[in-house]
T-cell receptor, first 114, second 115 residues
Framework: KNEVEQSPQNLTAQEGEFITINCSYSVGISALHWLQQHPGGGIVSLFMLSSGKKKHGRLIATINIQEKHSSLHITASHPRDSAVYIC????????????????FGTGTLLAVQP | GAGVSQSPSNKVTEKGKDVELRCDPI?????LYWYRQSLGQGLEFLIYFQGNSAPDKSGLPSDRFSAERTGGSVSTLTIQRTQQEDSAVYLC?????????????FGSGTQLSVL
């Protein structure tokens, strides 16, 4: 079982739809990252959160530490949101502190059609 | 520079040759990471540098892989005697300090193709 699981793997939506991508993990974490990867490979960090909810524009990320679950929501989706969305959690280092050695989910391929 | 810079962006090589991939992190970032993304696979951690500490090489898949970071800035990932299974996108990222609560900044990657 992967330590980080995402669903769905593929998602097709119509422009304007509300989108939810889910991420579940099996280990204790200090923070969770949501990343966006556009065709061509460039990865952008969207959010890094350790509790509650964060919002940036049309993107909202939530996390429930007790349930080991996070969601990424996109409101009023647009074709330019088409990308792979990846959640990732940090491994802990030898001194017990969290690092940015990340374990990644397999990603959710989102296609937003006009 | 303004962001993490990687070169080359594409590299095609023959099986058995050595390759060097370069990463120039954001100025002032003490932590630098190499990740690999193979076709159809997720991202996997390779190696991590933080300041002057010994690098964490726990993700390197074999002893054909090595990396160094000179002067706490530019890093080079070297793959010796390349194999076809080494074909992947190699991504470099940097962060300010290297703790788990930091935003990562990624380069555009080097697409390596081993024929």
């Amino acid at each position: 079982k992967n330590e980080v699981e995402q669903s769905p793997q593929n998602l097709t939506a119509q422009e304007g739809e509300f989108i939810t991508i889910n991420c579940s993990y099996s280990v204790g974490i200090s923070a969770l990252h949501w990343l966006q990867q556009h065709p061509g490979g460039g990865i952008v960090s969207l959010f890094m959160l350790s509790s509650g909810k964060k919002k940036h524009g049309r993107l909202i990320a939530t996390i429930n530490i007790q349930e080991k679950h996070s969601s990424l929501h996109i409101t009023a989706s647009h074709p330019r949101d088409s990308a792979v969305y990846i959640c990732a959690i940090p491994l802990f280092g030898g001194n017990g502190g969290a690092t940015n050695k990340l374990i990644f989910g397999t990603g959710t391929l989102l296609a937003v059609q006009p | 520079g303004a962001g993490v810079s990687q070169s080359p962006s594409n590299k095609v090589t023959e099986k058995g040759k050595d390759v060097e991939l370069r990463c120039d992190p954001i100025s002032g970032h003490t932590a630098l990471y190499w990740y690999r993304q193979s076709l159809g696979q997720g991202l996997e951690f390779l190696i991590y540098f933080q300041g002057n500490s010994a690098p964490d090489k726990s993700g390197l898949p074999s002893d054909r892989f090595s990396a160094e970071r000179t002067g706490g800035s530019v890093s080079t990932l070297t793959i010796q005697r390349t194999q076809q299974e080494d074909s992947a996108v190699y991504l470099c990222a940097s962060s300010l300090v290297g703790t788990g609560g930091e935003k990562l900044f990624f380069g555009s990657g080097t697409q390596l193709s081993v024929l």
